[in-house]
């Protein structure tokens, strides 16, 4: 049976500022040559799904830019393909004022026409701040043959590390069904399910409860929705195995980049058969390490000149690293320059930033010092 996809690329903006300041979480840099996006569409792409619909908000040009025709994702068809939802006023902010949408259910409201539109049964939703691997055909599977409502992907609390009451717990019962959909607090256990913020929902059931939602001026997916018919409604939880990391803060950013430095992560990412991560695709030359040169336990991208020493370190495309330096447990983003005689640790730089030479930085890995886009030190 076919499905739709949904993707959020802006919720969520405001718990990383550094790094959505001039973008949207969805096209914030990752893992040397990806974007956040990438990984969704990258799921939704693997598990056949030809039609997805990008809610953008705002600073989004470079995930136009990122996306394209979208074309490095097998998305640039004649029919279905890839549909950017550009921001438009709306009157279902809360208290009645018009404004840009700013929630999920929103966001969703916004975007009534393309999903009426569709003729897939299931419409696959999706944020854009989660890194994982997922068989999304093996959700749709499960949604199918429970005859769910909302299928919500969960995680278990202890396995994605930092739960605030951002996150949703979900308490099922032995078969799977949703009795309790609500905020996570403290005395939620490790053992807790925690949606992922990954859902498969019946296209007729969600275009149901979105009109409710614009009758009755609803604003919250999971309070609004979620809870009010989870008596009433089929709704299921499919918890999901493997690698599973959310970016809630920069030192999340930061540890979900350092992650990927351990091979066994990386295999559960990109070493899965059947299911690569696509990106947008650059002719660039390949990494030149000059003499004396150093690196270990390292991902470096192509195109940069290594004279330096690294260590630890996830290095984008482009970057140049001087004679005399050490970095080290730092990510040095897209066309990042390193002067000569540097030492970097716990460092995160943004695209086009630039060290000169003979500088000392340093953070930790629970508050990494950040340098923005294009700014020099």
Known sequence: ?????????????????????????????????????????????????????????????????????????????????????????????????????????????????????????????????IICNIDLSQVIAYHLSSGADITLVTKRSGDVGNVTSRHSAVICDGDGRITDVHACTPDDGPDTAICTNIMVISRAYLLSVLGDAAAYGYTSFFRDIMSRNVGRANYRAFPLDGFYAIINSMAGYFECSMS?????????????????????????????????????????????????????????????IARGTRVENSVIMQDGIIGGGCSLNCVVADKNAVVRDGRVLSGHSTMPFFIGKGIMV
């Open 260 to 320: 990927l430095l351990d091979g066994s992560v990386r295999r559960e990412l990109f070493g899965i058969e059947g299911r690569p991560v696509y990106t947008k695709v650059r002719n660039s030359a390949p990494s030149l390490f000059l003499p004396g040169s150093s690196v270990t336990n390292s991902l470096v991208a192509d195109g940069c000149v290594i004279e330096g020493e690294v260590r630890n370190s996830v290095i984008f495309r482009g970057v140049r």
């Open 1 to 129: 049976m076919k499905a739709a996809g949904l993707v959020f690329s802006h919720l969520h903006d405001d718990i990383v500022p550094e790094l959505t300041k001039y973008r949207t979480m969805a096209s914030v840099p990752f893992g040397g040559r990806y974007r956040l996006i990438d990984f969704t569409l990258s799921n939704m792409v693997n598990a056949g799904i030809d039609k997805v619909g990008i809610i953008t908000n705002y600073n989004y040009r470079s995930l136009l830019d990122h996306i394209g025709t979208g074309k490095d994702w097998d998305l640039a068809r004649r029919s279905g393909g890839i549909k950017l939802l550009s921001p438009f006023i709306t009157a279902y902010n809360a208290g009645g004022v018009a404004g840009v949408y700013s929630t999920r259910l929103e966001a969703m409201l916004s975007s009534v026409n393309f999903i009426s539109e569709c003729s897939e049964d299931v419409v696959v939703c999706s944020d854009c701040d």
